[in-house]
Antibody, heavy 120, light 108 residues
Framework: QVQLVESGGGVVQPGGSLRLSCAAS????????MHWVRQAPGKGLEWVAF????????YYADSVKGRFTISRDNSKNTLYLQMNSLRAEDTAVYYC?????????????WGQGTLVTVSS | DIQMTQSPSSVSASVGDRVTITCRASQGISSWLAWYQQKPGKAPKLLIY???SLQSGVPSRFSGSGSGTDFTLTISSLQPEDFATYYC??????????FGQGTRLEIK
């Protein structure tokens, strides 16, 4: 069965950095695009970033462009999100999610999330 | 970017009731719409994709309809486990993926 397990969340000061990981299993990781989606406390879902199955294309929300970098290691079945210059408004649960068969549309499996808190 | 607007923001209903949630896109998205269910402390779960297709394993009391700009999610007979927050999401224009603000379904 598909499993996505995020890690790397924690408390960081404003201006700091953090790297999130998402370990994938139960499917052919190298065949699917992957997303990061976040949810601030008590708020709705916000798409953050996407990477194509082969890493050739990456897209970002305007709110994180230039500060966050999505990457993947298909040999390790792992997705990453490098977050720099963190702000209080980046505080959220971060979910990784996979594309469905057929291409980028509606993420069909999500991890359990990892909490990032940006606070001094 | 395409904006997604859900209504109502919250709704109270009883077990056995029929409930409908509406999602409107700021421009036409054909049938590129999905619905998710999220329970407190849990990840979103895909219920409906392509506006009306039921994701594998999702009970048949859930159904979706619509195309263009107006969409609905209907739960035909509410069960206790259906009380949650529901989100719509458009996939017609990417990037970005955009979500509605959510509809909280509460027990009356």
């Amino acid at each position: 069965q598909v499993q996505l397990v995020e890690s790397g969340g924690g408390v960081v000061q404003p201006g700091g950095s953090l790297r999130l990981s998402c370990a994938a299993s139960g499917f052919t990781f190298s065949s699917y695009g992957m997303h990061w989606v976040r949810q601030a406390p008590g708020k709705g879902l916000e798409w953050v970033a996407f990477i194509r199955y082969d890493g050739s294309n990456k897209y970002y929300a305007d709110s994180v462009k230039g500060r966050f970098t999505i990457s993947r290691d298909n040999s390790k079945n792992t997705l990453y999100l490098q977050m720099n210059s963190l702000r209080a408004e980046d505080t959220a649960v971060y979910y990784c999610a996979k594309d469905p068969p057929g291409g980028t549309s509606w993420p069909d499996y999500w991890g359990q999330g990892t909490l990032v808190t940006v606070s001094s | 970017d395409i904006q997604m607007t859900q209504s109502p923001s919250s709704v109270s209903a009883s077990v056995g009731d029929r409930v409908t949630i509406t999602c409107r896109a700021s421009q036409g998205i054909s049938s590129w719409l999905a619905w998710y269910q999220q329970k407190p402390g849990k990840a979103p779960k895909l219920l409906i994709y392509a506006a009306s297709s039921l994701q594998s394993g999702v009970p048949s009391r859930f159904s979706g309809s619509g195309s263009g700009t107006d969409f609905t999610l209907t739960i035909s007979s509410l069960q206790p486990e259906d009380f949650a927050t529901y989100y719509c999401q458009q996939a017609n224009s990417f990037p970005p993926l955009t979500f509605g603000q959510g509809t909280r379904l509460e027990i009356k």
